[in-house]
C-alpha cells in the first residue's frame, strides 16, 4: 500500500464513464486527454497525472477519491498507517 499516489480503480473508471453513457472518445475529449490515454486508464495500463485526475472526476462529477482502489486513498488508510491529517495534506492534492 503506497500513501504517496492514490490509484485510479480502472472498474470505478469505466462504471462512472458509462453511468454517463459517455463513449471513451467523448470522455477523452471533454477531459482534453487521447482516446488512446482513456482506454489505457480504463485498462489499468497507465496512471492519469494528477491534473488529468481532477479533470476526470470534475468531468464525471464526482470526487476524486470516488475513483482511486480505496486502500490508496489516504483518508481511507489512515487509520492503518498511524498518520495524522497534518502530515497528509500535499498527498490529497495530487489526486
Known amino acids: 500500500m503506497s500513501l504517496l499516489a492514490p490509484k485510479l480503480d480502472p472498474e470505478r473508471l469505466l462504471a462512472a464513464r458509462i453511468e454517463r ?11 482534453g486527454c487521447s482516446p488512446k490515454s482513456w482506454r489505457n486508464w480504463e485498462e489499468g495500463r497507465n ?16 470526487d ?27 498527498r490529497i492534492a495530487a489526486c
Open 21 to 31: 453513457f459517455l463513449s471513451r472518445q467523448e470522455a477523452a475529449l471533454r477531459v
Open 47 to 62: 496512471q492519469p497525472r494528477p491534473a488529468f485526475m481532477r479533470a476526470v472526476a470534475e468531468m464525471l462529477g464526482v
Open 64 to 90: 476524486p477519491f470516488d475513483l482511486c482502489v480505496p486502500e490508496t486513498v489516504p483518508s481511507r488508510s489512515l487509520a492503518a498507517s498511524g498518520l495524522t491529517e497534518r502530515r497528509w495534506p500535499r
